[in-house]
């Protein structure tokens, strides 16, 4: 720092727009990821006519896609579960939209009400689940896009591939 300067910003320097870095497009941080999630929870119009929900399988739909990401929004009757899995080399942001879900993994269990959010790393094993008496809506955030979810037998490797998202 030069202590010689005698520069000042007067005012508000969030006013200053050509100061600013211009709003990506498309996220690519951790941070910015989070944020699109957050915003399309924030837009119901965006997904809520698109919800269906299915007693005999769990519904999921990909709501969108960018460069290396896809945005999956999934409803979970009560009762409906995915099972112990991993996301194969996938991050992932996972929000409850709607309704409550159950997050268990080895070292815990989670009730995740409307708006919670959990992100999580390559590798990471859980079990999502709707043990509540009401239906649940979820949006999924993959980073990269997921090919494999390799699901879990409890104390087990990785067992069969099954590609849906959770
Ligand atoms: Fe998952």
Redesign the pocket.
């Known amino acids: 720092m030069n202590s010689n300067s005698d520069l000042q910003i007067a005012g508000d320097i969030l006013e200053v727009q050509h100061l600013l870095q211009p709003a990506r497009e498309h996220p690519s941080t951790v941070s910015e990821f989070v944020g699109l999630a957050r915003t399309i929870a924030a837009d119901r119009a965006q997904w809520e006519q698109l919800v269906r929900y299915d007693t005999t399988t769990r519904w999921y739909h990909r709501l969108r896609t960018g460069p290396g990401y896809e945005v999956w929004l999934l409803s979970w009757v009560p009762g409906q579960g ?1 099972g112990l ?1 991993d ?1 194969g080399l996938s991050c ?1 942001v ?1 929000t409850v939209l709607e309704g409550r879900l159950t997050e268990r993994t080895e070292r815990a269990t989670r009730a995740l009400d409307s708006g919670a959010q959990r992100v999580f790393a390559p590798g990471y094993a ?1 079990e ?1 689940v709707n043990d509540s008496l009401e239906p649940a809506v979820s949006l999924h955030i993959y980073y990269p896009g997921l090919t494999e979810m390799p699901m879990h037998a409890a104390q087990c490797a990785p067992a069969a591939v099954d590609v849906v998202p ?1």
């Open positions: 995915s899995h996301h992932g996972l859980h999502v959770a």
